[in-house]
């Protein structure tokens, strides 16, 4: 037996353990290195959620009135396959020159997910469709429809977009679209865009600040440090949390029968776009979107007929696509992917209808119509032939 002098033992001792101290730094190191490079590919490399919904495609913008949008070249796929990708600009849709082209004559598009067109392909919104029409009916002009739509936003973050960010682009004619859940409290949409509480949200965002349901409490700092982490995210939360009960109604139930106090707010968020706009020598209208239950009268139309009083009161156009919708439904048509959002084929009639309705008061560059039809009552606003199309200068 080898006795050890108790000076030897414990210098044996010490480098034993720096041997292990050295491995286990090694190790921690090479898990760290790990995670580092994981973060890294996260945010460099085009991965995105899973196929179930479009987390990785947001990202909150609390430097930016409009709170959040589109992360700048984020890609992904949500059901059914549907690729949703933003360009460098971070707007579903193909890159546009700043300052516009001269000559051209550009109509940007403002709205929530039904203009951004969820459910369908980047070519089957009704923007893009509206482009390639519009490029067919006038060959020789060169016209361009930007889609800077957002899921998840309503009127006062349209508003914030286009005065920081949509005005750069110059349009010559803006359109806004507006949903029934424009209406209803944002903050579910809000939240379920980003997937993050966004925080300190203005009262000015919600339609009746007096009905704005109590703030979430604060996010502890571990889970703030998480929020920040694309890996830690994905990790912690794989799925999208579910929001409670009286959220969930206040957000996403129609609100057919809006006050007084969400319409004098809508207004004033469109009295905003329509200013802005008019600042820089352009044009606007409203789309008012239908959704589903709306086709066979399940559904109260009222909210269409108070948006279209508002348009004749501010002296808007207002386009209801709510007739055409139902007439195209009657050939069994399906219309919509869901409640809300409309399918390839709705977004064909969406531009069609604002097509026919722009082109008839003279808002697009066509050859000259004949006037507005009688059998199309879904547009409000200046009279035929009133309303000449803006300049195109650069």
Request: hydrophobic share 45%; with cysteine.
């Amino acid at each position: 037996m080898i006795h050890r002098h108790p000076a030897e033992s414990s210098d044996h001792n010490d480098r034993r353990l720096t041997r292990i101290s050295g491995r286990l730094a090694l190790v921690l190191l090479g898990v760290a290195a790990g995670l580092a490079a994981a973060e890294l590919a996260l945010r460099v490399l085009p991965i995105g959620p899973p196929a179930h919904d479009l987390r990785g495609l947001h990202e909150v913008r609390p430097d930016r009135p409009w709170l959040f949008g589109m992360r700048p070249g984020a890609v992904v796929r949500g059901p059914g396959g549907v690729r949703y990708a933003a360009n460098a600009d971070g707007f579903r849709d193909r890159a546009y020159a700043r300052p516009k082209p001269p000559g051209t004559f550009r109509i940007v598009v403002l709205g929530c997910s039904m203009a951004f067109g969820y459910g369908v392909a980047l070519e089957e919104t009704f923007p893009k469709v509206l482009e390639a029409r519009l490029a067919a009916l006038a060959p020789r002009e060169h016209v361009e429809v930007l889609n800077l739509s957002v899921s998840g936003y309503n009127p006062y973050t349209e508003a914030a977009l286009f005065a920081d960010v949509g005005v750069r682009y110059q349009p010559d004619l803006v359109l806004v679209q507006f949903g029934i859940n424009d209406l209803n409290d944002p903050t579910l949409h809000f939240d379920a865009a980003t997937t993050a509480r966004l925080g300190t949200v203005p009262d000015a965002a919600f339609p009746d600040p007096q009905h704005r349901l109590p703030p979430p409490p604060q996010p502890s700092l571990a889970a703030r440090i998480c929020r920040s982490l694309r890996l830690c995210l994905l990790l912690v939360n794989p799925a999208p949390r579910l929001p409670d009960a009286a959220l969930l109604r206040a957000s996403i139930v129609p609100h057919d029968d809006p006050s007084e106090a969400e319409l004098t707010w809508l207004r004033a968020r469109y009295d905003d776009i329509a200013r802005a706009a008019a600042d820089i020598g352009a044009r606007f209208a409203i789309v008012a979107f239908p959704y589903s239950a709306q086709l066979d009268g399940k559904a109260s139309d009222r909210v269409q007929a108070r948006i279209a009083a508002l348009g004749r009161d501010a002296g808007w156009t207002t386009i209801d696509l709510l007739p055409a919708f139902r007439e195209a439904a009657q050939s069994g048509t399906s219309l919509f992917v869901d409640i809300w959002h409309a399918s390839a084929a709705g977004h064909r009639v969406a531009a069609e209808t604002v097509l026919a309705q722009l082109g008839c008061r003279g808002l697009l560059p066509l050859p000259a119509a004949a006037g507005c039809p009688d059998a199309a009552p879904s547009a409000t606003g200046a009279p035929p032939g009133t309303d000449p199309v803006p300049g195109r200068g650069a």
